[in-house]
């Protein structure tokens, strides 16, 4: 079944705790993507990858970190998380220049105490 | 830069009522335009879309349709059902690369 796998699905951690989210497609697609949701404000985008090593800042950048290795792999790290980063996370991957539309995971609700 | 205005929620409908959530962008170039919809502890799913000016996007008895010169992208839908229910997106995303851009989504709550 072709999908974007998301782990965990919910994380409650502390101030300055590094942690990894882990995003997975099995679709070779090209380009992948992590948003946060929060309400009222939509699906803000936080980083994006055109290929493999090839990674963009999007529009809420601060205090996270990404990598892609591989096609299929793109982690979100946030080295030093703070309350303000408290959201709802979903990564997303589509083929280069698609105009089909992504294909979501099913989320990472996070929690930073 | 691109962006996409979406009506404010929620909205509440009863079973079989007529739907409509407008939909607004603003962009450079000919954009794509998509629906989304999110269901309760899911992520989103593409619901349809449309390319270019004139298109017709439909599923599951929802439609919008790509109107250029109004720049909307109104989702309609004939008669809503409870299992309606859920969190609609409007996003547009630039022929040229694959940058996707939200509005801020709409609660729909259906009753019986």
């Known amino acids: 079944e072709a999908q974007v796998t998301q782990n965990p699905r919910y994380l409650i951690t502390v101030t300055g705790k590094k942690l990894t989210v882990t995003c997975s497609q099995n679709?070779?697609?090209?380009?992948m993507s992590w948003y946060r949701q929060d309400p009222g404000l939509g699906l803000r985008q936080i980083y994006y990858s055109m290929n493999v090593e090839v990674t963009d800042k999007g529009d809420v950048p601060e205090g996270y970190k990404v990598s892609r290795k591989e096609k299929r792999n793109f982690p979100l790290i946030l080295e030093s998380p703070s309350p303000n980063q408290t959201s709802l996370y979903f990564c997303?991957?589509?083929?280069?220049?698609?105009?089909?539309?992504?294909?979501f995971g099913s989320g990472t609700r996070l929690t930073v105490v | 830069g691109d962006s996409v205005t979406q009506m404010e929620g929620p909205v509440t409908l009863s079973e079989e009522a007529f739907l409509t959530i407008n939909c607004t962008y603003t962009?450079?170039?000919?954009?794509?335009l998509f629906w989304y919809v999110q269901y309760p502890g899911e992520g989103l799913q593409l619901l349809l879309k449309?390319?270019?000016?004139?298109d017709k996007g439909s599923n599951k008895g929802f439609e919008a349709t790509y109107r250029k010169e109004t720049t909307s992208f109104h989702l309609e839908k004939g008669s809503v059902q409870v299992s309606d229910s859920a969190v609609y997106f409007c996003?547009?995303?630039?022929?040229?690369?694959?940058?996707?851009?939200f509005g801020a989504g709409t609660r729909l709550t259906v009753k019986p």
């Open positions: 449309a390319t270019k000016a004139d």
């Open positions: 997303a991957s589509s083929l280069a220049g698609s105009l089909g539309g992504y294909t």
């Open positions: 962009a450079t170039g000919y954009p794509s």
């Open positions: 996003a547009l995303s630039a022929i040229l690369n694959n940058d996707m851009r």
């Open positions: 679709m070779n697609h090209e380009y």
